[in-house]
């Protein structure tokens, strides 16, 4: 192929296999690098989350690169929040209410192997696995890696989309020349996995339709359902500190915290103790950095610009959007650098906003869900969408089931927090709420959508 129709995508995680396969079906001949083994051949390895909710921006990237067949037999739908109290209690708080709005809980070996697979069907994917990209020379286009024969490699090979990951290599080595700035701001808090086993039948010993949520104020615990019938359950619990990871530093700490906070649940968690000191703890952070890309030689995508804390559940379903949309505007005939400039000054603010709108989850996942006013807030959201499905829809809904721009988002959704809080000051029910005012209100302060990510 002529070398301007060449390009290479290092990490071959989830956005870079999505990225390589829509631009070789827009006609680029991609080299696809990764450094650890092909996820085709053997067990996912450890440290990742095993599972990610898949929301639409996700799923219409997918579908753009025609992957909604192989994708759906991995999917779980979630219907909202089940919150588990202390006492025991539970309520299921809806995330949209209309039948399609649900998030899903997918497999991220299942997804990493289907999209790697419809990449090399392509025919113009070149898949190298157990390869480490190093160093990235952009004065001379010259990429270095260390191959699977442990041979080192340097050369040419056109532009490179670097979609390897929060901890990018590629990133640090525009970095280290001083050509982008970049910093990681890590979270006071860390995470751990566990695992709900099956029932005995093969069964899910939880309700598998939601996204259940123990929250605890600082802290809280989370459970996604797999298809085998296990659930993988998340802790999310402050670095130092009590409560904390480092109180916690024996089995009797374990189990008397896990009783005290989680009652109903630490019976089903399996292994507890050997488990919680046998994986990893996770750090959770978010990546800021600027520009993403240096001339038309190197672009940063997914996480390597922007990785951002989960609890959004929008990690993966930005860096896919970031894929559909890169790759809508990178022909092999467009010039890479205004390109990739353009992707860049096009993002940014949609990246920036979604990472400050995943913090703020947090908050609201953790501690907010419990406030009585909150289900109120919830429910005037609800009726003011219905009255005005052409200007209001809650904000949470925005980012997961609509396609508006993340930071038009956030712009909307500050003007909807305001009017929500007036108009449910002093009320406990929705029935005492004056709602033809609150829909005046709208009206009055939100333009009808008109915007979209496409």
Known sequence: MPTEKRLTVVGAGLAGPLAALLLARSGWQVMLME????????????????????????????????????????????????IHERD????????????????????????????????????????????????????????????????????????????????????????????????????????KELTIAPAADGTHRLEPEALHIWPRGGFMLIALPNLDGSFTV????????????????????????????????????????ETFFSNPTGVLGTVYAEPWQVGDKLLLLGDAAHAI??????????????????????APDAEAGAVFEAFFRGRKADADAIARMALENYVEMRDTVRDPGFALRKA?????????????????????FHHLPYAEVERRGEIQKTLLGEFTRGH??????????AERAVRERLEPFTHSSS
């Open 309 to 330: 804390v989960p609890f959004h559940g929008q990690g993966m379903n930005a860096a896919f959007e970031d894929c559909r949309l890169l790759a809508e505007r990178l």
């Open 380 to 400: 005037l959201g609800f009726e003011l969408e219905r009255r005005c499905p052409d200007r209001f829809a809650p904000r949470y809904s925005l980012v997961m």
């Open 428 to 437: 406990e029910k929705l029935q005492t709420i004056d709602l033809d005012a």
């Open 88 to 191: 025991g209690g539970s309520e299921l708080l809806p995330y949209g209410q209309r039948e399609d709005e649900v998030i899903y809980s997918v497999s991220r070996a299942g997804l990493n192997r289907v999209l790697v697979d419809a990449a090399a069907a392509t025919g113009r994917v070149e898949l190298q696995f157990d390869c480490a990209a190093g160093d990235y020379d952009p004065d001379t286009g010259m990429l270095e890696w260390k191959d699977a024969d442990g041979r080192r490699q340097r050369r040419d090979v056109g532009p490179v989309i670097a979609a390897d990951g929060a901890g990018s290599v590629l990133r640090r080595a525009l970095q280290s020349r001083g050509l982008i700035t970049a910093r990681e701001e890590l979270l006071a808090h860390a995470y």
């Open 35 to 82: 450094r650890r083994p092909d996820p085709r051949r053997g067990e996912a390895q450890g440290g990742r989350s095993i599972n990610l909710a898949l929301a639409a921006r996700g799923l219409k990237a997918l579908a753009a690169a025609g992957l909604e067949s192989a994708v759906t037999p991995l999917l779980i739908p979630m219907r909202g929040r089940l």
């Open 234 to 273: 998340t802790l999310f619990l402050s670095r130092e500190g009590t409560p904390g990871f480092g109180s916690l530093p024996d089995a009797a700490a374990v189990e008397a915290f896990f009783t005290r906070e989680f009652g109903d649940v630490a019976p089903l968690l399996e292994d507890l103790t």
